[in-house]
């Protein structure tokens, strides 16, 4: 077995998205040669609440390091973990590359300030590193162009800091091809090094599991009269301007969507915050809250949702005016054995996930500039999506095409380069 460290400061129970990146490549490295140790920060520095049932989900032969961090303070000057972990993360990650025989440094980012500890790490023990991006560092946030704002400074920042991070780097992979292409575009000096897009994968098991957990659903019930879907996760910035169009869609067709439910789960400002409305308003504006629209703007534990998910009619997906972006909860939803209903950029490689999979239906769209489109088109896609899910049954499914798309093929595509990488001399 081949050795391989994962340095990911959050790890169940939190409840971050980002867990389930570095959980599932933990738990099926092992099948493909390589044995992980994770490295992260002790749950008790974490900001947000904990899900002990995450806990369940673990292999019982993963090994786990925790480090302490630096403590919030009461005025929070620094939040985020990878900064508070970061002299902790350094030192316990060197002690175990000094004393172990590690062929691999694996960094998921964000933290994207974690990623310089592999540069750093690479200089002190000649580790090979490589970074994953399950978001994009270099990015233009919505008022980024505003001189010497917070965005501002986070985007020139990251542009600042990103070239060091990897300028000794052995492997970069994301979660699509387009949150790295840029990377590669922006340092010519990378452009020999090996790369790889790894979706989210979807794991059975999870679905398995939390049927065992007697989990009531508690934010809706099922309604017999009422259709509801559920839409679960966080709001990007720039996925606004499709959910408006869609807004506007059925305020003009109101009769269409008179026994139509949306409930949006997770989606608001901070993770831990139940008033940190962000659809509310939107909805508000268009007359749609607390009869078409509801939201819960708090993060919910992960089992939970599937448990929400399951009392649902259906999933609905919203996607970005952001080509690159591709939505991972997609892998769950084909996994709750629902109907999907999608809006998504045209390039989005979740478009082909479900259209494949035969697990829903997608209106599409190419970019901020084809957004009225949603608004000419959703009634017609919502109309289409009715009738397949009349006729929807779970075994229609593409489950062998599906299967590419499991936890499991996406760590073997993994192992495949980090084999390439140990092997490269």
Excluded at 59 to 81: N, Q
């Amino acid at each position: 077995m081949k050795k391989i460290l994962i340095l990911y400061p959050h790890f169940p129970p939190s409840n971050l998205a980002g867990v389930h990146r570095a959980r599932l490549f933990a738990q099926h490295l092992p099948t493909f040669g390589w044995e992980p140790v994770v490295l992260t920060v002790h749950e008790d520095y974490y900001e947000e609440k904990l899900d002990r049932n995450l806990e369940k989900l673990l292999p019982s032969t993963l090994r786990i390091e925790k480090v302490t961090a630096k403590k919030l303070g009461k005025k929070r000057l620094i939040g985020d973990i990878g900064l508070r972990g970061f002299q902790s993360l350094y030192k316990r990650a060197k002690q175990l590359l000094q004393k172990e025989n590690f062929d691999f440094l694996f960094i998921p980012i964000p933290s994207f300030y974690c990623a310089l500890l592999g540069r750093r790490l690479h200089i002190s023990t000649g580790i090979k590193y490589g970074i994953d991006y399950i978001d994009p560092w270099v990015h233009s946030f919505p008022g980024s162009e505003k001189l010497f704002n917070r965005h501002w400074f986070s985007t020139k920042l990251a542009k600042l800091l990103e070239p060091i991070a990897l300028k000794k780097a052995s492997l970069i992979t994301g979660v699509a091809e387009g949150y790295y292409q840029s990377v590669l575009d922006r340092n010519i000096h990378l452009k020999n090094i090996v790369t790889g897009a790894m979706p989210y994968g979807g794991e059975v098991r999870d679905h398995e599991i939390v049927s065992t957990l007697n989990i009531e659903p508690y934010l809706f019930q099922n309604k017999k009269d009422i259709f509801q879907f559920v839409y679960a996760g966080a709001m990007l910035p720039k996925a606004y301007l499709p959910l408006e169009k869609m807004f506007q869609a059925i305020v003009a067709n109101k009769t269409v969507f008179e026994k139509v439910e949306f409930h949006f789960i997770g989606t608001g400002k901070k993770p831990d915050d139940e008033e940190g409305f962000n659809i509310e308003p939107l909805a508000e504006k268009y007359g749609l809250w607390n009869e078409t629209v509801f939201e819960y703007p708090a993060r919910i534990p992960y089992l939970d949702v599937l448990v929400h998910l399951n009392i649902a009619d259906a999933v609905f997906i919203l996607g970005s005016t952001e080509p690159h972006y591709t939505p991972s909860k997609v892998y769950q939803a084909v996994l709750s054995a629902k109907p999907i209903l999608a809006v998504l950029h045209s390039a989005s490689s979740a478009v082909q996930v479900i259209k494949n999979s035969n697990a829903g239906v997608v209106l599409d769209f190419n970019g901020e500039n084809d957004t009225d489109l949603i608004k000419e088109n959703f009634v017609a896609a919502f109309n289409n999506f009715l009738h397949f899910k009349n006729n929807f049954k779970k075994e229609q499914i593409n489950q062998s095409l599906f299967n590419e798309y499991s936890a499991l093929a996406v760590t073997e595509k993994l192992a495949i380069l980090l084999n390439k990488v140990v092997a490269n001399k």
